[in-house]
């Protein structure tokens, strides 16, 4: 089995999100494009998992902001902005922030043929009403606000943003040693799939993000990355809060825009969606979607997986099945796949556990031609409760030649933004919008426009 593809790009996406219903890892390999086979699907509303996504200007193609703004050059002006994040409500009406970027500067990001056209009133009017809920119809302090943020000793920053309802969703910004970043995003405020060592399972779900609320994240932290300097997004994995199965709407709908090359650009195959999968259904949701599927097992023993994840109702062979099922139902090049596993010592950390897993994947691999397999390993990160203890690096290493010995690939992430608890399984909010000035703040500080 060839996995070098799959762990270079795994190299450039360490542990620093890996939280929502269990543990999430990043994995993303194959070249996907909207045009082939694989075009997103979106499915009906799951009354179970939620409301339909509000459509605002952040979740529409150019065809159908064109129709609203009243024309191809307006919609294309206003996505100029939204691709780098800046809010043309905001650039065009000329209330930028005093001592943020001036109007040249963010003019001179814009393409050369459109740096001289502009939105005017009835252009921007028509972009408002888009928004009616939110003050003058921005996404910037309409869909959401950026309320806090803060950077870890190797950058990683995270994101907290607040949101028009006041509830609040964490982000988070990895960037690599070769000028790269990789996005950790949220699907949902909190979880309710409960996964025992994970800080946002202990929140339960509070509710589903939209899709431009979804977006939104990208929006900002394209923001901050060009702010602050930091390395360019150019991966965005789906493993921060929420569980992405339990909001497929939303989730399909802001990966279809992220993917799209008129919109934020990004390449498909840099996407990456993880469930935990609380039903065999959960990956046929995704099945169609232009990304990696990874699936969050923790233990391919029925009893363990229960104790990790409670709210597992139907047994690993099941689940395994509808992801067997899924990737069956892709291309056979688009047949790239992930399962993590959140390392705890002394729970599923030993020889016994790895040979567990190897057998499970290789049913895997063995029932789907072409498929291409990796086991993602995550050591611990602490949530602040002592029923859980991050392994031993030699335990770590012991697991992962056991599951090569046996013919599976598997990668060891290296943590990333623990010392911000950004890290996987620590992103959680709490009602409490005060915080202590004295918690750190990102280096080279700006404005923020």
């Known amino acids: 089995m060839r996995v070098s593809a799959i762990l270079s790009f795994l190299l450039l996406v360490p542990a620093a999100c890996f939280v929502v219903s269990s543990g ?28 339909a996504p509000a459509v605002g200007a952040l979740s529409m193609g150019l065809d159908e902001l064109a129709e609203k703004l009243g024309g191809l050059g307006r919609a ?77 000793s190797d950058n990683t920053t995270k994101l907290l943003l607040r949101l028009a309802d006041g509830l609040e969703v964490e982000t988070v910004i990895i960037p690599m040693a070769d000028s790269r970043s990789t996005l950790c995003i949220s699907s949902q405020i909190g979880c309710k799939q409960a996964c025992t060592f994970c800080a946002t399972g202990r929140m339960g779900k509070l509710r589903s993000l939209t899709s431009d609320e979804i977006l939104a994240q990208l929006f900002f932290a394209r923001k901050i990355c060009r702010l602050y300097e930091l390395p360019h997004i150019t991966n965005v994995v789906f493993m921060g809060m929420g569980e992405p199965a339990d909001n497929a709407q939303a989730v399909i709908k802001a990966v279809q825009i992220m993917t799209t090359r008129s919109l934020f650009q990004m390449s498909a195959h840099k996407i990456a969606i993880s469930t935990v999968a609380p039903s065999p259904d959960s990956f046929r949701r995704f099945a169609k979607t232009p990304c990696t599927l990874a699936w969050s097992v923790h233990a391919a023993n029925d009893e363990l997986r229960k104790k990790l994840v409670p709210t597992t109702k139907y047994t690993m062979a099941e689940l395994r099945q509808g992801f067997i099922d899924a990737l069956l139902s892709r291309p056979p090049k688009f047949r790239t796949a992930m399962l ?36 993602n390993l995550i050591p611990f990160n602490d949530i602040g409760q002592d029923l859980f203890q991050k392994p031993s690096g030699e335990a770590v290493l012991a697991f992962q030649k056991r599951l090569w010995r046996q013919g599976v690939g598997a990668h060891t992430r290296v943590t990333r933004g623990d010392d911000e608890s950004a890290a996987c399984g620590q992103l959680a909010t709490t009602k409490k919008t005060k915080r202590a000035a004295s918690r750190a703040q990102p280096r080279n500080p700006k404005k923020i426009a």
Request: charged share 20%; hydrophobic share 40%; proline share 6%.
């Open 76 to 152: 294309r002006l206003a996505w100029d902005c939204y691709s780098i994040g800046i809010d043309p409500a905001l650039f065009f009406g000329s209330v930028i922030s005093p001592g943020a970027e001036d109007f040249e500067t963010i003019s001179s990001l814009i393409p050369t043929k459109r740096r001289s056209h502009t939105l005017a009133k009835e252009a921007l009017e028509k972009l408002a009403a888009l928004y009616p809920d939110t003050a003058g119809g921005k996404v910037e302090g309409g869909v959401a606000k950026l309320s806090y943020m803060s950077q870890a």
């Open 24 to 51: 999430r890892s990043p994995a993303t390999v194959g070249t996907f494009c909207l045009s082939s086979s694989l075009s997103p699907t979106v499915p009906e509303v799951d009354a179970e998992n939620g409301d």
């Open 340 to 375: 993590e596993v959140a390392l705890m010592a002394g729970v599923n950390d030993s020889q016994t556990e790895a040979d567990e897993l190897a057998e499970f994947a290789r049913v895997i691999t063995d029932s789907v031609p072409g498929c291409k397999l990796i086991v």
